[in-house]
């Protein structure tokens, strides 16, 4: 059974940086496409950024593009994202999720395996 357990999360200043990880146990997961959704105080769960197994191939929610980069080191088993010039709008529990195949995808309900969430909190 495959565990994915983020952190890194926290309270930061605008403009600030914050650089999560989503570490795999259990089983190995390269060959998985693998994501980052977040959940803002009373809003729905919305996708962040995506990744194919292989890391040739990255997707991201238009607001994060230019701020956030999402990479993975398949050989230590975890997924980072690595978040720039945050803004108090990105404020949420940022989860990340894997698909049991190699293409990555937008949408939460194609992600077979959920961590529990890491608070990332954006002060102005």
């Known amino acids: 059974q495959v565990q994915l357990v983020e952190s890194g999360g926290g309270l930061v200043q605008a403009g600030g940086s914050l650089r999560l990880s989503c570490a795999a146990s259990g089983r190995t997961v390269s060959n998985y496409g693998m994501g980052w959704f977040r959940q803002g105080p009373g809003k ?4 962040v950024a995506a990744v194919t197994s292989t890391g040739d191939r990255t997707y991201y929610l238009d607001s994060v593009e230019g701020r956030f980069t999402i990479s993975r080191d398949n050989a ?42 890491t608070q990332v909190t954006v002060s102005s």
């Open 44 to 47: 729905e769960r919305e996708f």
């Open 76 to 117: 230590k088993n975890v997924l980072y994202l690595q978040m720039n010039n945050l803004e108090p709008e990105d404020t949420a529990v940022y989860s990340c999720a894997a698909r049991l195949v190699s293409d990555a995808s937008y949408f939460a309900d194609r992600y077979h395996l959920w961590g529990r969430g």
